[in-house]
């Protein structure tokens, strides 16, 4: 299982935020670079980026920096995966962050809205482009996580992954930020789902056990966020969970 450290871009600084609340930040670093560098070095090789600047705003905000970063974990180690999510609605705006130098671009609210962009987009750049399926009580939360849309759990995943989606993270936001462990329920649903797309886990990841218990799940990756930043989870202990699965 692979350990995805997120950095989430919001007024040009890496934060946390708890639940999604752009008013609530956990913690914040304002050198994001120094934190993929640290990364990369401790044997990270996914890094999960979202732009939440850009979420909210319904278009790309940090791009640049998004692109910066990549290039930063690039050129530290060869193979590294870098992904960006947030804000990315139109075919125009997969392909800027393709160019961009960026490994996968990440649909959110415009998977759920839109069908015919994914199978488009998945169809244009295989292999690199997924969905964040985020959910609040079982709906998709969308746009930035400030509103809740229509639609079951279990019917979109089985819908992205038909439609060419390389994986998909799976993200209850009444989790984020909190360390209070991740819906190993729904998980568990969306593995038997989509047996055969990569599936990754996030929200609420806080500990050793929750990353051995994801990997029980048969959850591909975990992205972890405020329990890297803030030093709770060791790097060195998590990837060592996450690597033995």
């Not at 999604?20 to 930040?25: H, T």
């Not at 998709?140 to 400030?146: N, R, Y």
């Not at 279990?154 to 992954?161: D, E, G, N």
């Amino acid at each position: 299982m692979d350990l995805i450290p997120a950095i989430d871009l919001l007024d040009g600084v890496a934060v946390r935020l708890v639940q999604g609340d752009y008013d609530r930040r956990a913690t914040e670093r304002d050198d994001p670079g120094s934190l993929v560098r640290s990364w990369i070095a401790g044997g990270v090789r996914w890094l999960h980026v979202v732009d939440l600047e850009g979420a909210r705003s319904r278009h790309p905000v940090h791009l640049e920096l998004a692109a910066q970063l990549a290039r930063t974990a690039h050129e530290a180690v060869a193979g590294v995966r870098v992904e960006l999510g947030g804000g990315i609605r139109t075919e125009v705006d997969v392909a800027a962050v393709i160019d961009a130098g960026i490994d996968v671009a990440i649909l959110g609210t415009a998977a759920v809205e839109d069908p015919a962009l994914l199978a488009r987009c998945a169809a244009r750049w295989p292999g690199r482009v997924a969905v964040s399926l985020d959910l609040r009580d079982g709906r998709p939360a969308v746009d930035g996580w400030l509103r809740t849309g229509a639609g079951d759990a279990s019917a979109l995943a089985a819908r992205f992954a038909e439609e060419g989606a390389a994986h998909l993270i799976v993200t209850d936001v009444t989790r984020d930020g909190t360390k209070t462990g991740p819906n190993l329920e729904l998980l568990a649903t969306l593995r038997a789902t989509i047996p055969d797309t990569r599936l990754v886990a996030a929200g609420g990841i806080g500990s050793v056990d929750d990353l051995r218990a994801l990997a029980a799940a048969g959850v591909d990756g975990a992205v972890v966020g405020l329990a890297i930043m803030d030093g709770s989870l060791p790097m060195d202990a998590a990837l060592a969970a996450a690597g033995a699965a």
